[in-house]
């Protein structure tokens, strides 16, 4: 009978786990921000305690579903104030630019050297002076671009996100806030209509809230 038992709760916990992180959202576990983190390793947790404790298995199960719905509001509430998303899963950041390496942004996030060489050699990167610039993102994952690549005049960095314009990236393509008012101002848009802007050369892409809003 404890067998069954258990193999009853192994079969509603997978299929409660499973349910579980399709409302979370598809995202890799290489994509997991912080708090996402936090919350599965928790969730993996109780889930375990409660196959295993002979009673109270539904109320081992309550903290589980606090997490979930804590989690979701957080991510809905995240899509909606950027700076709160900041705040959670924190921003990209410049490690090197133009072949020279940030050391104060690398001690803010602290991140190593020899988080950084092992980063360039999984990217087959043998020195830093093949660099032109690098990103780590905000999933801990190190973004190159070689000083030998074709388009590196082009990089698709955001210029304004969700409304808010990245001002790091607008100096790394060495542009300046007159340049893009004055797109704006000729595209008759203001930065908090914009959902995405990236450049390409001297043009700006733009994609607008109202556009990503309407429905088919």
Request: overall charge positive; cysteine-free; charged content about 25%.
């Amino acid at each position: 009978m404890n067998i069954f038992i258990i193999i009853i709760k192994t079969l509603f916990i997978y299929l409660l786990v499973a349910f579980i992180f399709r409302i979370m959202g598809k995202r890799e576990v290489g994509q997991l921000g912080t708090f996402d983190l936090v919350v599965f390793i928790l969730i993996a947790e109780l889930v375990a305690m409660a196959i295993e404790n002979k009673t109270g298995f539904w109320i081992n199960l309550v903290p589980v579903v606090i997490l979930v719905v804590l989690q979701v509001l957080i991510s809905h509430i995240s899509l909606k104030n950027t700076k709160f998303r900041r705040f959670v899963d924190g921003k990209p950041v410049v490690i090197i630019k133009k072949g020279i390496i940030n050391f104060k942004n690398m001690v803010d996030q602290r991140y190593t050297l020899d988080d950084l060489l092992l980063q360039l050699r999984e990217k087959d990167i043998r020195s830093i002076d093949e660099v032109d610039y690098a990103i780590l993102e905000i999933n801990g994952k190190l973004s190159v671009f070689k000083k030998d690549d074709a388009d590196k005049k082009t990089y698709p960095l955001p210029i304004i996100l969700d409304g808010e314009v990245q001002f790091d990236n607008l100096y790394i393509l060495n542009k300046t806030k007159r340049w893009l008012l004055n797109i704006l101002i000729e595209k008759k848009i203001t930065a908090e209509e914009v959902f995405y802007a990236f450049s390409k050369g001297n043009e700006l892409y733009i994609i607008k809230k109202s556009e990503i809003s309407k429905k088919d």
